[in-house]
């Protein structure tokens, strides 16, 4: 249960800090209104305040939580962007999600 809370709890934190990044880039590049800027604030700080609610080391959490990123940036490429994901993405998404599993929930010493 401990796993699937903690997966939960990063997707999550993956979906505001893009969110957070992803209204910005609306504004500079795709000329959108500037009002984004205020939910990008909200959603980084959303972000930060999601890291935080993990029980272990930060940098274990900060070194984790990327291979969750990069699944979700992955997702987000597809669902968002509309461009499919190949292969190798997938292939990438999946070995960085292993990386997570192994120093997420790997055996510690006391």
Known sequence: MIEAKTLGLF?????AEITGCYLPYL???KDGPVWLLLPAAA????????LSLHPTAAGRVYAAYGGVYIAVAILWLWLVDSV??????????AVALLGMAIIMFGPRRA
């Open 43 to 50: 959603s980084l700080a959303l972000f930060a305040w999601l």
């Open 11 to 15: 997707v999550l934190t993956a979906l």
């Open 27 to 29: 504004w500079l590049k």
């Open 84 to 93: 499919r994901p190949t292969a190798w993405d997938l292939l990438g998404s």
